[in-house]
C-alpha cells in the first residue's frame, strides 16, 4: 500500500475540515463550541415577536488552566519529596498507556495560586518537568447545514482544491486514523455501519460532550457516500478519542492529562496519523506525548485557527499548531487562500 503518499496527502486532506463538514442539521455552534443562548423575549406576550436577529449571549471565557493542581512528568523521588516540602499533596500517579509518560498530579494547598507554586517548584526542582494543566477548547466549532448528500458541484471545492481523486483514496482502504475531539456518534447515517471505535478520555464524573464536531470530522474522513457525506477515505479504520467534557459554565472543556491519555491510546491503536481539533496553551505534558507518537511514526495534525499570537501583520498559529514537530492548517475560502500565518499551503503535495 503506498502508505507514505496516501499519508502526505492526507496530511492536507485535514485542513479541509472545516470547509466540508456537511452533516443533515442546521446547528451553529458558538464559542467554544458551546450552543448559543437565545436572548428572550422582551415583550409581555407569549409570542416570539421580536422581528431582529436573536441575542446571542457569549460564554465566559474559559480559563487557561486548572486553578487547584500542578502536574510533574517522570518525578524523580526527590522532586516528589520537595513539592511535599513546599506543601503539594500528590494524590495521583498514572502510567500515561502507549507513552513514555508518568504524570504525578499535585493539590495545591489553600491560598496557594498554580502559577506560583509552578514557579517554586520549578526553582527548587531544576531539570525536573513540570507544568499546569491546562484546558483547551475545539479550535474550530463546526457549522454544519443543509444537504447530507454525496459531494456534488460547489460543495467539493475543498476536494477540487487539493486534487482529491478516488484512485487516491483508494490507497487509504484499511488505514488507521486518529481523531481527538469531541465525542462521535456512530449511528449517524454517514457512518453507520462503518469501522469507528470511540473511546471517551474525559474527566471522570463530567457530563459528556456534543458529538456534533467528532462526528462532522469522522464523517469528512470515512463517510461512507451513497446517499449520505462522502468521506475522503471511505474504507478508512477511524479510532476517535473524545477528550472533551461540558463544563459548569456550558463549555466544552478538554485539560492536558486527558489529551495526553489520548494519544497514548492512538499510538497503541497503530494509526498512521492522528487529527487534533483544539488548541490552548503550550504544554510540556502533551509536548512530550506528541514526541512519542512522532517516534512510532505517526503523523501528527494540528489545528491552526485564525486567532492566535499576533507577531507584527502576522497571525501566528495557535498551539498545539504552533509547535515545529507537527504540522498545521487553517482554513481558507472558496478562493484557496488561506489566512496568513505560519501553516501548510493549499496545495497537493509533490
Known amino acids: 500500500m503506498l502508505f507514505q503518499p496516501l499519508l502526505a496527502n492526507l496530511i492536507y486532506v485535514l485542513s479541509t475540515a472545516a470547509l466540508l463538514m456537511l452533516l443533515p442539521a442546521h446547528v451553529n455552534l458558538g464559542p467554544l463550541g458551546s450552543l448559543p443562548a437565545l436572548a428572550d423575549d422582551d415583550d409581555e406576550s407569549d409570542d416570539d415577536d421580536d422581528d431582529g436577529p436573536r441575542a446571542v449571549r457569549r460564554a465566559p471565557a474559559l480559563p487557561d488552566y486548572a486553578p487547584d493542581e500542578i502536574l510533574l512528568i517522570n518525578a524523580s523521588d526527590a522532586a516528589l519529596s520537595k513539592a511535599v516540602e513546599l506543601g503539594l499533596n500528590?494524590?495521583?500517579?498514572?502510567?500515561?498507556?502507549?507513552?513514555?509518560?508518568?504524570i504525578s498530579r499535585l493539590r495545591l494547598p489553600p491560598g496557594l495560586d498554580?502559577?506560583?507554586?509552578?514557579?517554586?517548584?520549578?526553582?527548587?526542582?531544576?531539570g525536573q518537568a513540570a507544568d499546569l494543566n491546562h484546558f483547551y477548547r475545539l479550535q474550530q466549532a463546526a457549522e454544519v447545514s443543509g444537504n447530507p448528500y454525496a459531494c456534488t458541484s460547489s460543495r467539493c471545492y475543498g476536494q477540487r482544491?487539493?486534487?482529491?481523486t478516488r484512485e487516491i483514496a483508494a490507497c487509504g482502504d484499511g488505514i488507521k486514523i486518529g481523531i481527538i475531539d469531541t465525542g462521535v456518534d456512530v449511528s449517524h447515517p454517514s457512518l453507520?455501519?462503518?469501522?469507528?471505535?470511540?473511546?471517551?478520555?474525559?474527566?471522570?464524573?463530567?457530563?459528556?460532550?456534543?458529538?456534533?464536531?467528532g462526528t462532522a470530522v469522522a464523517a469528512l474522513l470515512a463517510g461512507k457516500g451513497g446517499r449520505e457525506i462522502q468521506g475522503?477515505?471511505?474504507?478508512?479504520?477511524?479510532?476517535a478519542a473524545d477528550v472533551f467534557h461540558v463544563s459548569a459554565a456550558g463549555q466544552l472543556t478538554?485539560?492536558?492529562?486527558?489529551i495526553a491519555r489520548?494519544?497514548?491510546?492512538?499510538?497503541?491503536?497503530?494509526?498512521?496519523?492522528?487529527?487534533?481539533?483544539?488548541?490552548?496553551?503550550?504544554?510540556r505534558i502533551l509536548e512530550q506525548a506528541v514526541k512519542d507518537a512522532l517516534a512510532a511514526k505517526i503523523s501528527v495534525v494540528a489545528a491552526a485557527g485564525?486567532?492566535?499570537?499576533?507577531?507584527?501583520?502576522?497571525?501566528?498559529?495557535?498551539?498545539?499548531?504552533?509547535?515545529?514537530?507537527?504540522?498545521?492548517?487553517?482554513?481558507?475560502?472558496?478562493?484557496?487562500?488561506?489566512?496568513?500565518?505560519?501553516?501548510?499551503p493549499m496545495r497537493p503535495p509533490a
Open 254 to 258: 478538554a485539560d492536558a492529562v486527558s
Open 306 to 344: 485564525n486567532d492566535g499570537r499576533k507577531r507584527r501583520l502576522v497571525t501566528l498559529p495557535r498551539y498545539p499548531a504552533s509547535s515545529p514537530s507537527r504540522r498545521s492548517m487553517k482554513s481558507c475560502g472558496l478562493t484557496a487562500e488561506p489566512p496568513k500565518g505560519r501553516t501548510s
Open 161 to 164: 482544491m487539493i486534487n482529491w
Open 232 to 239: 475522503l477515505v471511505p474504507k478508512a479504520r477511524v479510532y
Open 192 to 213: 453507520s455501519g462503518q469501522p469507528v471505535k470511540n473511546v471517551s478520555f474525559a474527566a471522570p464524573l463530567t457530563r459528556p460532550s456534543s458529538t456534533q464536531h
Open 114 to 126: 498554580a502559577p506560583s507554586a509552578l514557579e517554586a517548584l520549578r526553582r527548587e526542582t531544576p
Open 90 to 102: 500528590i494524590y495521583s500517579t498514572e502510567v500515561i498507556r502507549g507513552s513514555q509518560l508518568t
Open 262 to 283: 489520548a494519544i497514548g491510546w492512538l499510538k497503541e491503536q497503530g494509526v498512521s496519523v492522528i487529527n487534533i481539533s483544539l488548541s490552548g496553551s503550550e504544554n
